[in-house]
């Protein structure tokens, strides 16, 4: 990792999904770790500091809702931001997630520079992410 390299953690229990979404942040110029699932999601995220967490929604056993809220309710992980990438994509889907802390909601199949522009926002501008950039 290169000084100043943001930190990222993709979550995602489709493997080719977490894949592309790790290659194309390394592509972006950030240092990227992945987990598989909410559980391995949580422990890293309390192991080792964060700058960002991607995480997908759709998993089993804990869905990104839940890792989402026990990010927040976690002093240690409170203050990093999250984005939600799915493929859900409802008015409630987006209210759900960000009741649970999200900072953005990203639906798959996703388009990498618009996903890269946001996640660049959070992270250098932590202005409203909703503004366009």
């Not at 931001?81 to 639906?107: E, H, I, R």
Request: aromatic share 8%.
């Amino acid at each position: 990792m290169q000084l100043g390299q943001k930190r990222i953690l993709v979550v995602d229990d489709d493997e080719p999904s977490r894949t592309l979404a790790a290659r194309v942040l390394t592509r972006g110029g950030f240092s990227v770790e992945t987990a598989a699932n909410g559980a391995e999601a949580l422990v890293k995220a309390s192991e080792f500091e964060y700058d960002l967490i991607v995480l997908d929604v759709m998993m089993p056993n804990m869905d990104g809702f839940e890792v989402c809220t026990r990010l927040q309710q976690n002093p240690m992980t409170v203050d990093i931001p999250v984005v939600m990438l799915t493929a859900l994509d409802s008015l409630n889907d987006v209210a759900q997630a960000t009741q649970a802390g999200a900072k953005w909601f990203v639906s798959k199949p996703f388009d990498a520079k618009y996903l890269l522009r946001r996640i660049r926002q959070i992270l250098f501008y932590q202005e409203n992410p909703h503004s366009s950039a």
